[in-house]
C-alpha cells in the first residue's frame, strides 16, 4: 500500500503577491523564478528573466542566475523551489517539466493562467527521480 506522502510550502503572503505580480507581467509567455526555503518556508523570492527558446511553450533559468541565486541560499542553508507559469494549460507538470525535475529534485510550483484576466493560481509538486508525481498544499500566511 502507498501512503499519500502529502506536504506543506508556506509562502508569506507578501512573496506570494510578488510571485502573481511577475508571472502575470510575464504572461502570456511562460515565467519562471525561485524560491528559497528553510523548513518548508519560503524566505526569498529569486524572480528570473526566462531564457528558453520558445519562451511561450517553456521555461529556463539561465545558468548565471542559477549560480548567484544558488550562492545566495547557501548563505542561510535553504532549499531551492522552481516556480513558473502555464499560460493556457493546468498547473500540472507537463512531461518536459517531469522530465527536468525528477532529474533536479527540486520542488516545483506552477501557475496557470487559465482564468485570465483573473489573477494565477498555483499548485505545488515533489517530482520523484522516477518520474512519479505528489501533489502538496500551498499555505499563504
Ligand atoms: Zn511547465
Not at 9 to 15: A, G, R, V
Not at 54 to 75: G, W
Amino acid at each position: 500500500m502507498v501512503v499519500d506522502a502529502s506536504f506543506v510550502i508556506h509562502i508569506p503572503s507578501n512573496l506570494y503577491q510578488e510571485m502573481v505580480e511577475h508571472v502575470r507581467a510575464g504572461y502570456p509567455d511562460e515565467t519562471c523564478g525561485a524560491l528559497g526555503s528553510v523548513d518548508e518556508r519560503v524566505v526569498k523570492n529569486y524572480p528570473t528573466a526566462n531564457v528558453a527558446e520558445h519562451p511561450d511553450d517553456f521555461s529556463i533559468i539561465s545558468e548565471s542566475d542559477m549560480v548567484r541565486i544558488y550562492n545566495d541560499i547557501d548563505t542561510y542553508d535553504g532549499d531551492l523551489i522552481y516556480y513558473h507559469s502555464h499560460p493556457i494549460t493546468e498547473a500540472y507538470p507537463s512531461a518536459r517539466d517531469i522530465e527536468y525535475a525528477r532529474r533536479s529534485g527540486y520542488l516545483y510550483i506552477i501557475f496557470s493562467h487559465r482564468h485570465h484576466p483573473d489573477d494565477p493560481y498555483a499548485r505545488v509538486f515533489k517530482i520523484d527521480p522516477q518520474g512519479s508525481v505528489t501533489e502538496g498544499e500551498i499555505a499563504i500566511d
